[in-house]
């Protein structure tokens, strides 16, 4: 009997670390919930988790992607690029910040993640229009738009310019607090390769600078789209250009706008038109076509009946 007692008694405290280690510390609790399940709550429902410890749980988070925590009190190793998300959707300020400049400025490290970590994936998959801003300064680069000068995964090089404009058009078209319309035109210029890029990049900056004031402010409903890609833009300085509130809107049922077409083309780019004075064909000639072929066939028949009977 007393044998069983101190195994009873063994077991317990073996136990006790065990039991321990599942009650995390309340910081560590609320930080482990969100990046177990943050992507599956909307921000009121992050933000009640938060509660009036709001502060205290986003500094550890940013501890956690900093690799300054790397393991709960239970020992649960911990993936900063989880963190980071969950900081991304809490719009929270010095992340924001931070990760906005490596992104504008391409930088290869910064103390929230490398872009080879999936850093441009956690950006889509947090959905924070607050970063738009950072790409569109990226956008307005003085550089030329067909220049491929900058190395950025060996042995690729990219434009600047023309990386920043896709990945704010990406973004813009993932973000729901924008209407259908504007996500639409998103994508078509995204998709616009048919435009020379210099062109394609004058359209990105006008819609930004037309919509630039409504999204610092964080209203996204007063967002409009900008000029559909498949009219174009003219060439030539930007006091030339026209004002985008006269031009045509993209709507999500207008994705194959017929581009704009010069006197010598045909509504489909790169065909020549027909010549003026040109005869028009005759729209009986399937008529004619036809008959011929039933008088072929009927001649073939009656001279092999002919050569039957002989």
């Known amino acids: 009997m007393k044998s069983f ?44 988790i938060l509660g009036t410890e709001r502060a205290e749980v986003l500094d550890l988070l940013r501890k956690v992607v900093r690799s300054e925590v790397t393991e709960w009190a239970d020992g649960s190793r911990l993936i900063p690029p989880i963190a980071r998300r969950v900081l991304l959707r809490l719009s929270d300020p010095e992340v924001i910040e931070a990760i906005g400049n490596q992104l ?10 490398r872009w080879n970590d999936g850093l441009f994936q956690d950006v889509l998959r947090a959905k924070q229009p607050k970063l738009l801003p950072y790409f569109a300064r990226g956008v307005f680069r003085d550089e030329d738009a067909e220049t491929q000068d900058f190395m950025w995964d060996d042995p690729w090089r990219i434009n600047r310019s023309m990386h920043s404009l896709s990945s704010m058009l990406r973004l813009t078209d993932e973000l729901e607090v924008f209407s259908p319309e504007v996500r639409a035109w998103a994508s078509l210029l995204l998709r616009a390769s048919f435009l020379p890029p210099n062109e394609r990049r004058k359209v990105g900056r006008m819609w930004w600078k037309e919509n630039e004031r409504a999204i610092l402010a964080g209203d996204y409903a007063a967002v ?38 010069s006197s010598n083309d045909s509504p489909i780019s790169g065909l020549p038109k027909a010549a003026e004075g040109a005869a028009p064909r005759s729209s009986l000639w399937p008529l004619w076509s ?8 009927a001649g073939w028949l009656f001279l092999r009946g ?4 002989q």
Not at 290 to 297: I, P
Not at 306 to 309: D, K, L, P
């Open 290 to 297: 036809l008959l011929s072929a039933v008088l072929a066939a």
């Open 104 to 113: 504008a400025e391409f930088q290869y490290i910064s103390p929230y993640g």
């Open 224 to 261: 409009r789209p900008g000029i559909s890609p498949a009219q174009g833009m003219p060439t030539g300085p930007a006091s030339t250009l026209p004002d985008p509130g006269d031009a045509k809107r993209v709507s999500p049922n207008d994705r194959s706008v017929t581009a704009t077409k």
């Open 306 to 309: 002919r050569r039957t009977r």
């Open 5 to 48: 007692l101190c195994l009873l008694v063994a077991l317990y405290l073996a136990a006790m670390p065990s039991v321990c280690a599942q009650d995390l510390p309340p910081l560590q609790k609320k930080a482990a919930k969100l990046m177990r399940s943050g992507h599956l709550l909307s921000s009121a429902e992050m933000e009640a």
